[in-house]
């Protein structure tokens, strides 16, 4: 049962750089979410996904993009990294939205220098 | 915007212990969620609420959907070494359908 997947697990990007946080969920899930976690202030949710084709913003959408093109997948893109994106990513699925609960991956650290 | 305050900010507990978590909001809230995170992994799912008064359990631990719908708290009985780690409330439903609000977190530390 792979549940949530996110690659990769670390990275370290300089002030400037692009890259894209990978996300795929093998259980069919509608819902998906991006969260980032930083110390004293639990879970932010960034963007998120009711299905493919549909993306929303959540409430720390800045300089973070989305698309679902898929079911399984739900990348999230950081166009020009800087310092204040250093964080702990995380992205979760879940059957559908309302409460539903989500099932989250590990987690990708970013550290931007 | 919605308020949602989760308290204590950690805790430093004897094995064997009891530990009460709670969360409160200024917004009523349809689901209360309770997670579970260890060191470098993601939230874990630990007692899922739906409807309002209610009080489940799992195992040592209890939790309970206020009947304002505005709160929740979680009790641990007997605390054990592994339950250390960080507890989450995440409320959803009401004005936010469709999306999970997480508190700030209480980690927990259990000393044998």
């Known amino acids: 049962n792979a549940g949530v997947t996110q690659t990769p697990k670390f990275q370290v990007l300089k002030t400037g750089q692009s890259m894209t946080l990978q996300c795929a969920q093998d259980m069919n899930h509608e819902y998906m979410s991006w969260y980032r976690q930083d110390p004293g202030m639990g879970l932010r949710l960034i963007h998120y996904?009711?299905?493919?084709?549909?993306?929303d913003q959540g409430e720390v959408p800045n300089g973070y993009n989305v698309s679902r093109s898929t079911t399984e997948d739900f990348p999230l893109r950081l166009l020009s990294a800087a310092p204040s994106q250093t964080s702990v990513y995380f992205c979760?699925?879940?059957?559908?939205?309302?409460?539903?609960?989500?099932?989250f991956g590990d987690g990708t650290r970013l550290s931007i220098l | 915007g919605q308020q949602l305050n989760q308290s204590p900010q950690s805790m430093f507990i004897q094995e064997g212990e009891d530990v009460s978590m709670n969360c409160t909001s200024s917004?009523?809230?349809?689901?209360w969620l309770w997670y579970k995170q260890e060191p470098g992994e993601g939230p874990v799912l630990l007692i899922a609420?739906?409807?309002?008064?209610e009080l489940t359990s799992n195992g040592r631990l209890t939790a309970q959907f206020g009947i304002t719908r505005k709160d929740s708290f979680l009790n641990i009985s007997a605390s054990i070494p592994s339950d250390v780690g960080i507890y989450f409330c995440a409320p959803s439903g009401g004005t936010s359908y469709g999306k999970l609000t997480f508190g700030q977190g209480t980690i927990l530390t259990v000393h044998p």
């Open positions: 996904s009711v299905g493919a084709g549909i993306t």
């Open positions: 917004s009523i809230f349809n689901t």
């Open positions: 979760a699925s879940s059957r559908r939205p309302g409460g539903q609960p989500q099932h």
């Open positions: 609420l739906y409807k309002a008064g």
